[in-house]
């Protein structure tokens, strides 16, 4: 049986900026709601439709919560109770550390929406101070978007890498999980073909992620106006995850939802006239983004 439709939910705040929310439906008794946490963001990943937008201002911690409160009552009678938070939406978590965390522990309260800590999953592009601390000060669940194996190719996409490479980024999670019993990072990939698709590159993340308790989500790039990019084909992201499976990772393919109504990973968000910019290609990938 194929899921359900996702839905999308656009919230105006008092100030008049508009934020979306994301309610996806699985077909095994679940159903997720993709909370942002800025209107906006301020990294500029260079696959990102929401990067394009910059930040406009960080949300409260209620403005957080009262996404995933709604979507419960609204959908409840519909597709069942909500059964999972991620905070996958607009913005970068992390860069709102303060009124997130305030948010997550809101959802996970006995007295508040009373989700359980493992359901509850908080998203970030790699800001390393404020990941160590949330995982010193947060249960809940933790996703970091890799989503390259070179340092050349991770500052190109993910302007993050430039301050906080890949070395101190992945030592830092191998140094901190280990004080964390039962713990598992989700690591998120998005494909690009001919960009961080190839069987090197599986072979690398082989490597890096080596010592690090963890998943790998190998997530289908959901292409939007202006990209650079194209989606990795699905028998090449096949081959990818089996060479990490068969290297014993514990690795997951994640379908694309809700590409046809900009309402997936990557799509979310209005640029508007200004945009933040896009970054020089490097020499060996220009020939291939131009045809």
Sequence with gaps: MEPERILQILFTLEDGLVIETVVIPCNR???TVCVSSQVGCAMNCQFCYTGRMGLRRNLTAGEIVEQAVFARRLLSAEVGSITNVVFMGMGEPLHNIENVMKAADIMVHEQGLHFSPRKVTVSTSG???????FLNECNCALAVSLNATTN???????PINRKYNLGLLLETLRQELRFK???KVLFEY??????NDSTEDAKRLI???KGIPCKINLISFNPHSGSQFRSTPDAKMIEFRNILAEAGCIVFLRPSRGDDQMAACGQLGKPGETQAPLFR???QFQTLLET
């Design 29 to 31: 008794d679940r159903t």
């Design 152 to 158: 050349e190719v991770r500052n190109w996409i993910m």
């Design 207 to 209: 490597e890096l992620v």
């Design 181 to 183: 019993r039962n713990y």
């Design 281 to 283: 290609i490097p020499a």
């Design 190 to 195: 998005v494909m690009l073909a001919g960009i």
């Design 127 to 133: 800001l390393v101070p404020q990941l160590r601390r």
